[in-house]
């Protein structure tokens, strides 16, 4: 018999035998049960004068547990996910592959949206659980709901397959010959995440099944394990990221690099229509479907052009910071540039199609 079943019983008893209510009370907390408990098990039963125990009727509310554990559970998903994310982001900046190139931009683009779901997800996560747990304290049969097992077992399917295709790639890796410590350290990360989530959950359906359920301490544990896992991955992501006044900075000029390359497709086509450069940005806005000219994203101030000699033209801008003081806006690309007023000389020559 379940804990919460047992002690059902033990009050429907008591009261079927006349015994008052305080006197229940005082007896059950002597014996260890706690006080929350003590009270739902007596609230079930209406304080009427009939010769047995009257039970009240208990709210219907599947659909009430339903959303709170699919939240629950979507947060935990979400959490973990960009938990071993950032986590990976980090051994791979401290271990970069050659063979990668440089994916420093896209590392941080991903690091700020990992770092966006934890400080969202994350604490929804925390105060999901800890009002589900509030609520099946005080009312212990909420502990039986089939929505928390349905998708508590199917939590436990999807960690013990991560499991095993983790230590699946491991072995792979390991027969391969390409068991590099990149790879070794990203495995353990997933190994970690995996088997912390399906041993909390399993202990807590095991511990659940016992007929005299020892007190949950190994949620506590694991709340304070997970959130002293995404406290360390934030500070190391914002440690590293660029503060926001910085990123804003980066992807103006990123912006105006942008500019520069459509305003250069724009003169080669030039080019190859009317066989002359254009004389100034404005005879581009005459070609049939070109829109409007654009400008300095920060200033609003037009692009400087100035057409050279022998097919040659230059075009300028401002930026805010040079392109070696950010992450490179693609490898070995021509228009790196530094800080202040930059120009470009390029050759007209024909757009490839």
């Known amino acids: 018999m379940a804990a919460g079943e047992e002690l059902s019983s033990f009050?429907?008893?008591?009261?079927?035998?006349?015994?008052?209510?305080?006197?229940?009370?005082?007896?059950?907390?002597?014996?260890?049960?706690?006080?929350?408990?003590?009270?739902?098990?007596?609230?079930?039963?209406?304080?009427?004068?009939?010769?047995?125990?009257?039970?009240?009727?208990?709210?219907?509310?599947?659909?009430?547990?339903?959303?709170?554990?699919?939240?629950?559970?979507?947060?935990?998903?979400?959490?973990?996910?960009?938990?071993?994310?950032?986590?990976?982001?980090f051994v791979e900046r401290a271990l970069p592959d050659p063979a990668l190139g440089d994916a420093d931009l896209y590392r941080r683009e991903a690091s700020r949206w990992s770092v966006s779901f934890l400080v969202i997800a994350f604490p929804v996560f925390l105060y999901t659980t800890r009002n589900l747990a509030r609520a099946a304290t005080i009312d212990p049969a909420k502990r039986g709901s089939k929505v928390r097992r349905w998708l508590t077992y199917l939590t436990l399917f999807l960690a013990a397959g991560t499991l095993v295709g983790d230590c699946t790639a491991l072995v792979f890796n390991l027969l391969s010959g390409e068991l590099t410590?990149?790879?070794?350290?990203?495995?353990?990360?997933?190994?970690?995440?995996?088997?912390?989530?399906?041993?909390?959950?399993?202990?807590?359906?095991?511990?659940?099944?016992?007929?005299?359920?020892?007190?949950?301490?190994?949620?506590?544990?694991?709340?304070?394990?997970?959130?002293?896992?995404?406290?360390?991955?934030?500070?190391?992501?914002?440690?590293?990221?660029?503060?926001?006044?910085?990123?804003?900075?980066?992807?103006?000029?990123?912006?105006?690099?942008?500019?520069?390359?459509?305003?250069?497709?724009?003169?080669?086509?030039?080019?190859s229509r009317a066989g002359a450069l254009p004389l100034a940005l404005e005879d581009l806005t005459r070609e049939p479907g070109y829109p409007p000219l654009p400008a300095d994203p920060e200033t609003g101030a037009p692009y400087e052009y100035r057409a050279l000699e022998?097919?040659?033209?230059?075009?300028?801008a401002g930026f805010s910071q040079g392109s070696g003081e950010g992450p490179a806006l693609t490898?070995?690309?021509?228009?790196?540039?530094?800080?202040?007023?930059?120009?470009f000389q390029l050759e007209a020559k024909k757009p490839t199609r």
């Open 11 to 89: 009050v429907r008893e008591a009261l079927g035998r006349a015994v008052p209510r305080a006197q229940i009370e005082e007896v059950l907390l002597q014996a260890g049960w706690e006080p929350e408990q003590v009270r739902g098990a007596l609230a079930a039963f209406a304080d009427l004068d009939f010769p047995i125990p009257v039970p009240k009727p208990k709210p219907y509310l599947p659909a009430r547990e339903a959303f709170l554990y699919l939240v629950l559970f979507t947060t935990l998903y979400l959490s973990a996910y960009h938990l071993g994310s950032l986590f990976f982001h």
């Open 181 to 271: 410590l990149r790879f070794v350290l990203k495995a353990l990360i997933v190994a970690a995440l995996a088997g912390g989530i399906f041993g909390h959950y399993l202990g807590e359906l095991r511990r659940e099944e016992e007929d005299h359920p020892a007190p949950a301490t190994g949620g506590r544990y694991f709340t304070w394990i997970a959130s002293g896992a995404v406290a360390l991955a934030l500070i190391g992501s914002f440690a590293l990221l660029d503060s926001p006044s910085q990123e804003r900075v980066r992807r103006l000029d990123a912006r105006r690099v942008e500019d520069l390359r459509l305003l250069a497709g724009a003169v080669d086509l030039h080019w």
């Open 331 to 343: 490898p070995a690309d021509f228009w790196s540039h530094a800080a202040g007023r930059q120009c």
């Open 310 to 316: 022998a097919g040659r033209y230059e075009l300028c």
